[in-house]
Structures are given as C-alpha cells and as structure tokens.
C-alpha cells in the first residue's frame, strides 16, 4: 500500500509500505495493513512506525490528520519529521523547534530595534505633533 505524507512545507514521504503503526497521544494505537477498511482519525501528537520489508522508519507527526482508503494512506500534518527510530524522529522535531525558537527571538530583536529607530526618526522630525 502507499503512503503519502504531506506538511505546509510540502510532500515529506510517498513510498510503499507493507504496514504502519499509528500511535496517537489521544487516540491509542493501531496498526494498517494491505487491505484493511478505510479509516479515518486524528494524530494530535504521536508517531507513525512504517515498515517497507525489513527497513523500518518512524515519523514524528504534531497536529495530523491520516485517511486510509483503497490502500492510500494520506497524512496531512501540522508538522512531521523522520527518523531511523522513535527516538530520532523526536530528536529531529526537537532540533527543529529550537532552531525555530531561535529564529524567532533574532527576528523580535530586529523588530524591536527597527521601532526604536522609527520612534527616534519621527521625534526628531516632529512629525504626527501638533
């Protein structure tokens, strides 16, 4: 069966897979496997285990949602991230949020200096008083 998973950043992952483990912070576990009913349900926070013959990868997913029908699961997710274990998929999403966290704080920074210096400019050329 295949899968598709896709982000706001675009298609992360189109393979096949011989089976997936979903785990869900709300929703539990289970498992999809060639053939099975069509499903759908929400991955708040959890991982999904894909296994394409004796390889096996694991994708953190934050805020998702998957479908399965006629051997297509699609999974639509806030964010999502891959690794060679559980541990290094969670790993990857921990590095991303802080890098982002990161990011964020510089643009604060510049954004702060960038009105004081507007402030300073519109005193200086008394402009907006009466």
Not at 33 to 46: M, R
């Amino acid at each position: 069966m295949k899968i598709v998973i896709v982000t706001p950043d675009g298609e992360l992952y189109n393979e096949e897979v011989s089976f997936v483990l979903v785990s869900s912070k709300s929703n539990g576990e289970y498992g999809i496997l060639q053939n099975h009913l069509p499903i759908a349900s929400t991955i708040d926070t959890g991982y999904l285990k894909l296994e394409q013959g004796d390889l096996v990868f694991y994708v953190v997913v934050i805020g998702g949602l998957l479908e399965h029908h006629n051997n297509v699961i699609t999974v639509i997710a806030q964010d999502a991230f891959i690794g060679r274990s559980k541990e290094q998929a969670f790993e990857n999403l921990n590095q991303i949020r802080q890098s982002r966290i990161e990011d964020n704080r510089k643009r604060n920074i510049e954004l702060i200096k960038a009105e004081r210096e507007l402030r300073k400019q519109i005193q200086q050329t008394g402009a907006g008083s009466v």
